[in-house]
Nanobody
C-alpha cells in the first residue's frame, strides 16, 4: 500500500525555523510531482510548495522567500525547509504526490491534482 509519512513538525517561536520531511514508501515516487499543503483550523487546504522530478519548484505567495522545497530521490524523500516562521504559518502540513505528472503545471497548485496524501504533521508558531 502506498504511504507518505511526514515528520519534523513541532512548536517554534516566531522567526524560527523547522524542516519537514516526507518519505514515500514507493521508490517510483521519485519520478513524480510532490507537493506540500497546509490546513489551519476553519480554513481550506492551502498550497505551500511543489517540486517536479527535475527539481523545478513552485511556491505559494505567502511562503515565497521563506520556505524551500527540495527532494532527495535516492531516499524517496521530499523536504520543506521553513525559515522566518510566522504565527500565521500555524497549520497541519501535508505532503502529497501526483502520480499522473512528472513536471509542474498550473494544476500542481491545487489539492485535487494529487492522489496520495500523508497523515499530516502539526506546525505551531508562537508569537
Amino acid at each position: 500500500q502506498v504511504q507518505l509519512v511526514e515528520s519534523g513538525g513541532g512548536l517554534v517561536q516566531a522567526g524560527g525555523s523547522l524542516r519537514l520531511s516526507c518519505i514515500a514508501s514507493e521508490r517510483s515516487f521519485s519520478n513524480y510531482v510532490m507537493g506540500w499543503f497546509r490546513q489551519a483550523p476553519g480554513k481550506e487546504r492551502e498550497f505551500v510548495a511543489a517540486i517536479g522530478w527535475s527539481s523545478v519548484t513552485y511556491y505559494g505567495d505567502s511562503v515565497k522567500g521563506r520556505f524551500t522545497i527540495s527532494r532527495d530521490n535516492a531516499k524517496n524523500t521530499v523536504y520543506l525547509q521553513m525559515n522566518s516562521l510566522k504565527p500565521e504559518d500555524t497549520a497541519v502540513y501535508y505532503c502529497a504526490v501526483d502520480t499522473n505528472r512528472r513536471t509542474l503545471v498550473g494544476a500542481s497548485m491545487r489539492a485535487g491534482a494529487y492522489d496520495y496524501w500523508g497523515q499530516g504533521t502539526q506546525v505551531t508558531v508562537s508569537s
